[in-house]
């Protein structure tokens, strides 16, 4: 996947959190010293959530964090709404430093510009299912014909029409989901927070979900930063990807970054499960037109057409019935390089010699 919008929204500036002890004797250690998780907590009493991490997130792009228990992804995303306060660091949102909000613009802020969903669903029991997504426009003070008229309208986006009367006992884990989904879309916020959303569901219902959360996010390209431990998920989801371990940001990079240029062994680790057929993408591999002509001669006119974000599996399923080669385009139609079936079978072997 690729981000169709730039510039920052989110900006994640040197954020620590350290909890227990946080002298400046034990910050200076764990900030200037550099000094592990298990250092910090046997000298210092202190425990490293989150270590110095920076990162920007741009409008309308899913940023995934992805980390093993403990990493410290989820205590990062809470920073975002301010659940929890960092011991050093700023976070600004459109601009706006919200560490400087006061307890009046916090709750305005969270209430119109932040939507969260939660991997247990978060959903209250005693309410029905039209009444849990209309809670955020409840707390706003919008009257119960408004709120209602939105959160109906909200329903059917996640394809639930017909359910607003249910309980949530009455729904199965998936759509239980999709009703916290719709919650935190209900008020029209401009971010999404969401850790492990699907963490909690059966497999199929996961990929299901998934599919269905990329269409959504196509359509109302809300900026969304998504938890996640499963580097699969991330791969499918997300614009970009950033993997901590122990409270640090180790690499930052789209999938295909990621997979293919690991900054390190413990990155290389996570990504070698990951097949290439669903990251590498044509502009990757692709030849520019003219050293093409001037190998093969020229590109056929029946040529097949593929965008430059196409994944390997996609160009491979193309040219098994199509022997021409295949004409790469970009976003604006126009015609950018070539791959051949030579390239995509050089593309396949080398990903298994990896």
């Given at each position: 996947m690729s981000s169709e919008n730039s510039g920052s929204f989110i900006e994640i500036q040197n954020i620590t959190k350290v909890f227990g002890n946080n002298s400046p004797e034990a910050l200076e250690a764990i900030t200037k010293k550099n000094i592990s998780k298990q250092d910090a907590l046997e000298k210092y009493n202190s425990v490293i959530g989150v270590s110095d991490v920076s990162f920007d997130v741009n409008p309308g792009e899913i940023f995934c964090v992805m980390g093993l228990s403990g990493s410290g992804k989820s205590t990062l995303v809470?920073?975002?709404?301010?659940?929890?306060?960092?011991?050093?660091?700023?976070?600004?949102?459109?601009?706006?430093?919200?560490?400087?909000?006061?307890?009046?613009?916090?709750?305005?802020?969270?209430?119109?510009?932040?939507?969260?969903?939660?991997?247990?669903?978060?959903?209250?029991?005693?309410?029905?299912?039209?009444?849990?997504?209309?809670?955020?426009?409840?707390?706003?003070?919008?009257?119960?014909?408004?709120?209602?008229?939105?959160?109906?309208?909200?329903?059917?986006?996640?394809?639930?029409?017909?359910?607003?009367n249910k309980y949530a006992h009455e729904l199965s884990g998936g759509m239980q989901q999709r009703v916290g989904l719709a919650r935190a879309l209900a008020a029209d916020p401009e971010i999404l927070l969401m850790d492990e959303p699907f963490s909690a569901l059966d497999p199929l219902i996961r990929r299901q979900l998934q599919i269905e959360f990329i269409k959504l996010s196509k359509k109302l390209r809300k900026t969304t930063v998504f938890i996640t431990h499963d580097l699969d998920e991330a791969v499918k989801v997300g614009h970009r990807i950033a993997i901590m371990r122990d409270g640090k940001v180790i690499q930052v990079g789209t999938p295909?970054?990621?997979?293919?240029?690991?900054?390190?062994?413990?990155?290389?680790?996570?990504?070698?499960?990951?097949s290439r057929l669903q990251v590498v993408q044509a502009n990757t591999i692709m030849k520019p037109i003219d050293e093409y002509s001037k190998s093969y001669g020229d590109i056929p006119k029946d040529a097949v057409r593929m965008n430059e974000s196409d994944v390997l599996s996609s160009l491979i399923e193309k040219s098994v019935s199509n022997d021409s080669p295949i004409v790469i385009t970009n976003a604006d139609g126009r015609d950018i390089g070539v791959i051949s079936q030579k390239d995509l079978l050089v593309a396949v072997v080398e990903g298994q010699d990896e």
């Open positions: 809470r920073h975002i709404n301010r659940l929890l306060e960092p011991t050093l660091g700023k976070i600004l949102i459109d601009g706006q430093d919200v560490m400087a909000f006061e307890k009046n613009q916090l709750q305005e802020f969270r209430n119109k510009k932040i939507g969260m969903v939660f991997q247990n669903f978060a959903l209250m029991p005693h309410r029905s299912v039209i009444d849990n997504i209309a809670m955020p426009l409840e707390i706003r003070g919008i009257n119960k014909n408004k709120r209602y008229a939105q959160a109906n309208e909200i329903l059917n986006t996640v394809e639930l029409t017909g359910w607003g295909e970054e990621i997979v293919l240029k690991p900054e390190d062994d413990y990155v290389a680790d996570f990504v070698k499960g990951i």
